[in-house]
């Protein structure tokens, strides 16, 4: 079991920019991570994974351009950071992890965060 804990999250104004960060605990090891989100009234949508040694990512393309994941496996945490954010960006961002890239993107199963807020104002 994966225990996950966000942080980073907050109020920024359009074209700003935010570093959130996961820390994990538990077995962590060979385990793939990755950030989605859910703003008000919509689904969760798949934001960014990272492989479980960091060779791989996986960025969604309404976001490729603008976040950045990385993962510091001494510290067991992943980051996302977000840069030139747009009001749409605001949402809960939640952080996952799975076994591979494609179960964090695709299954219902994997051990999920409690979120944390990004809001960005016009």
């Known amino acids: 079991q994966v225990q996950l804990v966000e942080s980073g999250g907050g109020l920024v104004q359009a074209g700003g920019s935010l570093r959130l960060s996961c820390a994990a605990s538990?077995?962590?090891?060979?385990?793939?991570m990755g950030w989605f989100r859910q703003a008000p009234g919509k689904e969760r949508e798949f934001v960014a994974a990272?492989?479980?040694?960091?060779?791989?990512?996986s960025i969604a393309d309404s976001v490729k351009g603008r976040v950045t994941i990385s993962r510091d496996s001494a510290k067991n945490t992943v980051y996302l950071q977000t840069n030139d954010l747009k009001p749409e960006a605001t949402a809960v961002y939640y952080c996952?992890?799975?076994?591979?890239?494609?179960?964090?993107?695709?299954?219902?199963?994997?051990?999920w965060g409690q979120g944390t807020q990004v809001a960005v104002s016009s």
């Open positions: 996952k992890a799975a076994p591979t890239i494609l179960t964090l993107r695709t299954a219902r199963t994997g051990s």
């Open positions: 990272i492989s479980s040694r960091g060779g791989t990512t």
């Open positions: 538990g077995r962590t090891g060979g385990y793939a």
